[in-house]
């Protein structure tokens, strides 16, 4: 089962990663109509900097030859909705 690192090197373990970030990835690809060719990253983030969020999902789009499409969410993987998910695709999409 995935783990959050914590601060300090401590891990807890949540119940539903792999069903979300599963979820997160065919949502991701419905919503911008890729095949199945490319890769989508879905991973979550700790930030320890000053006004950081401290957790973060980001979603990678990977194909090859192309630069990478990013989008951030400030919230845990499970915690995402499709909402979120559609903005944070539109903005990266619009810059």
């Known amino acids: 089962m995935p783990k959050i690192a914590l601060p ?3 891990q807890v373990q949540r119940i539903g ?3 979300a970030v599963q979820e997160l990835k065919l ?3 419905k919503l911008l109509g890729l095949s199945d060719d490319v890769t989508i990253s879905v991973s979550e ?3 320890r ?3 950081c969020p401290d957790v973060e999902t980001v979603v990678a ?3 090859d030859g192309e ?3 990013i989008a951030r969410i400030h ?3 499970p915690d995402v909705t499709l909402d979120e998910l559609k903005e944070a695709l539109d903005l990266r999409l619009r810059t």
Request: hydrophobic residues 25%; proline residues 12%.
């Open 17 to 19: 990663y792999p069903q």
């Open 61 to 63: 789009i990977l194909r």
């Open 49 to 51: 900097e000053p006004g």
């Open 75 to 77: 919230k845990s993987i």
């Open 67 to 69: 630069k990478p499409i």
């Open 45 to 47: 983030l700790t930030c």
């Open 27 to 29: 949502q991701t690809q």
């Open 8 to 10: 300090m090197g401590r």
